[in-house]
């Protein structure tokens, strides 16, 4: 069910961007491209452009309502644990040491003081 839920979210993240690369903008977008100028010969132009809108706020709501309920009832949940993100893990680990180096002889033969 996680898997159809998956695909269906795609195909619906799909449409939706067609839909809106339809619409036609001030630089006349893509619909000449798709053959959106036909397309307002069959509808009329109002009802094309009513059409598209519509169907961007259908696959939106869609699209949406998908999410939620994907993640609602369907990713896996761990009961009485908190999730720690990748940063957090990190966080706990030890961080090693930097080994000490031995003194050093200054240019007269005698030991630098360490600081």
């Not at 269906?8 to 798709?34: D, Y």
């Not at 309502?65 to 644990?81: A, K, T, V, W």
Request: proline share 7%; glycine share 12%; hydrophobic share 50%.
């Amino acid at each position: 069910m996680f898997g159809f839920l998956i695909a269906f979210e795609v195909v619906v993240a799909v449409l939706l961007i067609l839909v809106i690369l339809m619409q036609a903008s001030k630089g006349g977008g893509l619909a000449g491209t798709f053959g959106g100028g036909s397309a307002g010969a069959v509808f009329g132009i109002r009802r094309t452009a009513d059409f598209l809108i519509r169907g961007t706020q259908v696959l939106a709501a869609l699209f949406i309502f998908l999410s939620l309920i994907i993640n609602i009832f369907f990713l896996p949940r761990l009961e009485g644990e908190a999730i720690e993100s990748v940063i957090q893990r990190s966080a706990t680990q030890e961080v090693p040491t930097v080994p000490q180096l031995p003194p050093t002889q200054s240019p007269l033969g005698q030991p630098t003081p360490q600081q």
